[in-house]
Each structure stands twice: as structure tokens, then as C-alpha cells.
């Protein structure tokens, strides 16, 4: 299927606009390429599939990928790779058929302090929650609204970086990122099986964990439990791996696990994580 050709509008008949119906990817670049674009990219076809969005070829969006990089062939920064299931007039029902619209747009690196990944960020729990949605939980969706709000609550205490509970108190992640915890040598990450957001880098993290012989866990994790955690850290395929250094009134002043987990991924690929 060839989706809409973007220019540089919308319409106001495109039903990402109108009900957030659509998905996106915000991809690092590195050095002209995007190292992590295959999960990325497989990620996207997944949620497509849930969502009931007629098949995009994989070459379409590698293409439209290859073409925005080619613009800028040495720049740092960031891709963003927006699908919308296109125009559809008024009502909540999808037109059948639909034809999807493909958006690419480029933004340089967000301004983060460079000691973040060194010394560890100051995060908060936020009061906004997450609600529960089976059928949309795991999805990079366009309707992002609770983390918007989330995102405002962060800016105004002055962290780095916010956690989201659910309606229950159990950790999902953070406003950006995806959760771990170590807890008596266990890695342990929130279940994504009612709401949130399952990262690219989330993946990989789990994956070389596996491989090392780590015991890793994926379950409900309170955020009582997490503030006795050995060690938590946030992953974020832009900003890669973040170690927290206060929660609350907890502190952590080593991060043995996180710093293991960046080299290891570093030598699998993703640079920035050295």
C-alpha cells in the first residue's frame, strides 16, 4: 500500500490529529544512520497490525527514513516517524478503506545535562496515572495525553525525569521511559500488558540480560517495592540508559548494573551507550 505523500501540513480531516488514531517512532540518529532503525521499524509493523491499519511495505518507510537522512548525511539528533490511518471526515469509525499517512520530520538532540548518565537523575512520582487499555498497551500510539500532563508535573518540581503508576500504585514507567529495577539481583521491569509503552531499548536491555544469565523478571512493581530497590535505571533508545540517583527521599550512589548493561549494549551496536 503507498501511503499519502506529507507536505509540510496536515489536514484538519487526519484522524491523527482528530483522535490520536496512529502510531510514531523517535529514533537516535548517530553519525548520519540510525543503529537501532530494524526495531524500530518492526515495532511499527507490529502496532499497525494490532491497530487494523492496512499493510505498509517495510520498503516505504526505510525509504522515507533513507531519504530525511540523506538531507543531513553527518548530523546528530533525532527521526521521528509518524503513521496516521489519514483522512476519515467526522466520526470515531475508521473508513474503510483507509489510506495511511507517513510523516518524517528531523529535530536535533534534546539539551539533557551531559552528567546524567554518569551521576544519575532526580525523579519524582507523578500524580497523573495511567490508565488501563489491553488493547492498546505496548503501543508507541499518538494519543499521549496522560504523558503530557505527567511531562508538566516534572517540569514544574524540577526533576529529571517523572515515574507513572497505574490506578493500583504499581509502577509502568516514566513519562519517557521505560523502568528497571535490580532487587536482590533479580532485574526486574514493570508488566506492559495493560498499559505503557514497550521501548525498542526495553527490549534490548532484556534481551542482553538473557544472554549474561541474569534472572530477569517482568511483573507488577510497586512503587513502595522500588524504593528499596538495589539499583533502578531508565531506558530511552534517544537518551539510552539513565541510572536514578534519588527517588523521593531514597538515594543510590553506585549503579554497577546499569554501567554493565551500557557497555554490553555498546558493544552490540548502540554507540551512544559507551
Not at 39 to 47: E, M, N, V
Not at 55 to 73: G, K, N, T
Request: net charge negative.
Amino acid at each position: 500500500m503507498n501511503p499519502h505523500e506529507a507536505g509540510d501540513r496536515v489536514p484538519v480531516t487526519d484522524r491523527g490529529l482528530l483522535y490520536g488514531d496512529g502510531l510514531f517512532e523517535t529514533m537516535r540518529v548517530w553519525q548520519g544512520t540510525v543503529p537501532l532503525l530494524p526495531d524500530h521499524l518492526a515495532r511499527l509493523a507490529s502496532g499497525l497490525a494490532r491497530l487494523g491499519f492496512q499493510s505498509l511495505q517495510p520498503s516505504i518507510l526505510s525509504d522515507a527514513v533513507s531519504r530525511s537522512l540523506a538531507e543531513d548525511s553527518t548530523a546528530e539528533g533525532v527521526l521521528k516517524l509518524i503513521v496516521t490511518r489519514g483522512d476519515g471526515g467526522r466520526g470515531y469509525a475508521p473508513p474503510v478503506p483507509a489510506r495511511s499517512r507517513l510523516l518524517v520530520t528531523r529535530h536535533p538532540l534534546p539539551a539533557w545535562r551531559d552528567d546524567l548518565s554518569s551521576k544519575g537523575v532526580r525523579c519524582g512520582r507523578c500524580q497523573t496515572l495511567l490508565g488501563r487499555s489491553p488493547a492498546t498497551a505496548g503501543l508507541k500510539h499518538l494519543s499521549r495525553i496522560e504523558q503530557v500532563l505527567g511531562a508538566a508535573e516534572v517540569a514544574a518540581a524540577g526533576w529529571d525525569e517523572g515515574l507513572m503508576c497505574d490506578e493500583a500504585g504499581q509502577v509502568i514507567e516514566g513519562t519517557r521511559a521505560n523502568v528497571f529495577a535490580v532487587v536482590g539481583g533479580v532485574l526486574v521491569t514493570p508488566a506492559l500488558d495493560q498499559s505503557g509503552v514497550a521501548g525498542v531499548l526495553r527490549e534490548r536491555v532484556l534481551s542482553w540480560a538473557k544472554r549474561v544469565g541474569m534472572d530477569v523478571e517482568i511483573r507488577p512493581l510497586a512503587y513502595d517495592a522500588l524504593m528499596m530497590a538495589d539499583e533502578i535505571f531508565l531506558s530511552n533508545s534517544v537518551f539510552g540508559l539513565w541510572p536514578v540517583a534519588e527517588l523521593g527521599e531514597a538515594r543510590w550512589d553506585t549503579f554497577p548494573l546499569c554501567v554493565k548493561a551500557g557497555e554490553g549494549l555498546a558493544g552490540e551496536g548502540i554507540p551512544w551507550l559507551a
